[in-house]
C-alpha cells in the first residue's frame, strides 16, 4: 500500500498479511469478476501491498503485462514471493511513489488502484498524478470501502463505537476509511470521463458459513482488532468498551446474525 508521509494504520505485521490474503480470497467474486484486461494489455496496479489482489489480477487477466509498484520494499518483496508460489510469470515489481511514478505519460492501457486511496492524505492528487500515466481512452478502476456503511445484528452501541475508532484513527493519519462514498466526485475531479461507480454489497447471515467466517472474522473483524492499542493510548474508548464491541462484532457470527458492508468499484476513462 501507499503510505506517502503517513503510517499504514493496520501495520505491516504477518498478521496484517494474513488479513489482507484472507481479505482477497473471499471477496475474490464479488470485486474481481468483471475486471479482466485484454491479451497484450498493459496494466499499472498502483498499490500492490504484499501482493494479494495482484495475484487476482494477473489471474484473471493471464495475456496481459502488469506492473506492480508499492512504496514499501518489505511488501513487494512479499509480493514478489505470493506470485512466485502461484506460478504467475505476467507481473513486474517496481517500488516507487505513487505521487511520483518513474513512466512517461501514456504508458499504460489500464490503471488498478483497490484500497489505496483512504490510506492517503490527498486522494484526488493521487489520482490526478496517475491519469497522465494513461494511453488516450484508457481505463482506470478503482475500490474502496466504507466503514459507514457497516450494520449488523444483534445491534451493539460497542461495537458501533469500536468501529467508530478505527475511522477516526485513520482520519488522524490523514487517511479516510469511509473514502468509498467519494470516489465518483474524486474520479470527477481528477479528470476522468465516463465515470461509473458500482456498489458491490457483502451480505452475511448463518446460511453463508464461508462469509460468516472469511469476511466476519477474517476480514473485518481482524482488521478493527487489530486498532486496539492505537483506540486505547489516545483514549478514544475503554478497554470494557473496547472487548465489549468486539465480542458484539464476533457475535454477529451467530445463527440469529446479519452483517452487512458496502465496496464501491469506480471506472473512468482518460478522455
Known sequence: MYMSRKKYIHGYTNRESERLSDQAQTLTGLLHDDTRYHEGSHVLEAGCGIGAQTVILAKNSPGACITSVDISADSLHRAEGMTRKEGIANVTFCQGDIFQLPFRHGTFDHIFVCFVLEHLPEPQRAL???????????????????????????????????????????????????????????????????????????????????????????????????????????????LEEWDRGIRDLYRTCGKDGVFCYTFFKATGTRT
Do not use: W
Open 128 to 238: 490526478e498524478q496517475l491519469r497522465p500515466l494513461l494511453k488516450t481512452c484508457g481505463t482506470i478502476t478503482v475500490i474502496e470501502g466504507d466503514h459507514g456503511s457497516a450494520f449488523f445484528y444483534p445491534e451493539s452501541r460497542y461495537a458501533q463505537k469500536a468501529i467508530e475508532c478505527l475511522v477516526h484513527l485513520q482520519r488522524n493519519m490523514g487517511g479516510n476509511a469511509l473514502i468509498g462514498r467519494q470516489l465518483y466526485p474524486l474520479l470527477v475531479a481528477a479528470g476522468f470521463g465516463e465515470v461509473h461507480v458500482s456498489p458491490r454489497m457483502v451480505y452475511v447471515d448463518a446460511s453463508r458459513p464461508a462469509l460468516v467466517d472469511g469476511f466476519i472474522n477474517l476480514t473485518f473483524t481482524a482488521m478493527v482488532e487489530g486498532v486496539r492499542n492505537a483506540a486505547r493510548e489516545q483514549g478514544m474508548i475503554s
